[in-house]
């Protein structure tokens, strides 16, 4: 059976401001819908909110026709952030420790990490310490760590923000194999449109907390019907 | 004055040269007096820490700030009170820990509680705040989760581990009124030194200090030195 995610009326308030603002969508297994807006249009709130991280003022999240709380959302999704976090010990550790916290075998551990290491090109790190790796390095190992528990909804914030062209490509590439396999739902917020219209099913943009467009990756482009997205494409957009 | 300390440390270089017995007794007792004080500070001073850095609670302020107020108390007073304590009439007389190596322990332990309750929390609070966040994300449970915390935070909490039993170990009020400065039984290296230097036995006193700065240098070097590597 296909997954399906369907976030209804969410609202998160921070004291005065409306960081999300009756916020509806829906994304199926094997879709990566990709989250587009300003700074402070809501996109983190939002992915921090599916991850379990935070918890909305209201609103529901439904998954498979089920009603989640914090805890469901956390077995569930992972969230790949902007600023690649280690934890301070080696590669190998960093990427078996949603492994091991789900108490899987030790022997199944070394194998999948391994496999996962030598599919992202960074096969001989396993021993090296995460957080003297390069940026590029360090968002392979924090992508690996998050997909090698095979999330069914799996979060991405800006992951290729801060990162220079050829490894901006090589995360891009490990998204799009991932994509491939149709195993899960991403969610990307991304401020690269240009990465948006190539990896995404749907485009959702964002604008003080409230979807205002919602649609297509080509139509998104080729003809938005809100006219805020309209010179947000076009980069016309004043603040 | 100056020929007068030269010949002072002279001597006190033949006196731990020689391995003289009464010196290095002495040394070995400061040591495992502090060392058990340093353990049972951490025995309630660590989990307290922990529940202060890890979670939220009313009245967290206060307790927080009753340690921080704790880290200035001045020994003398603590030793004053424990003595009263601890003194035959007192309310815990009955354990006849006064004039003991252990009421030094446990006197010590109290003393060094805030630094343990105080550096460790603030270690493990200082630990960036996104690793709870990844842990949480990547699946782990509340304990888990404190535990990756507390496992990002461990050369703090050792730090003040270390601090605290150098702070034991160079102590004089507790030791004195609690301890006693009974020769081959409660007799530790900072009583012994105040008591020799009164006596004018300046040689003595310089050889004890000698070893009471080798062990806490040694102490924060190697630590310093783990650390690094």
Known sequence: MSSHLHL??????????????????????????SLVGVNGSGKTTLLRIIAGLDLPNNGKIIFNGKELNINDLRKIATLVFQKSIMFNTTVFKNVSFGLKVRGVDSKKIRNKVFDSLSSVSLQGFDSKKASNLSGGEQQRVALVRAFIIEPQILLLDEPTANLDPSNAIIIENMIKKILERKSCIIVMATHNLHQARRLSSFIAHLHYGRIIEFSKSEKFFAQPENKITQKFVSGELQF | MFETFIEAI?????????????????????????????????????????????????????????????LGVPTVALGLILYLLLSKSGPLGIFQLLYTPLGISIGQSLLITPIVVSFAASAIESTDIGVKDLARTLGASRFQTDLAVMHESTWGIILAIVASFSRAFAELGVAIMIGGNIRYVTRVLTTSIALETARGEIAFSIALTIILMIIVFSLTFIINFLRRT
């Open chain 1, 8 to 33: 209804e009326k969410l609202n998160k308030n921070y004291e005065d401001l409306k960081a999300l603002n009756n916020l509806t969508f829906d994304a199926h297994q094997g879709q990566l819908i």
């Open chain 2, 10 to 70: 002279h001597q006190a270089i033949i006196l731990i040269w020689k391995g003289d017995p009464e010196v290095f007794s002495i040394a070995i007792r400061s040591l495992s007096v502090s060392g058990l004080a340093t353990l049972l500070s951490c025995l309630w001073g660590l989990p307290i820490a922990l529940g202060l850095a890890l979670s939220s609670f009313r009245g967290k302020k206060l307790i927080r700030g009753f340690f921080n107020a704790m």
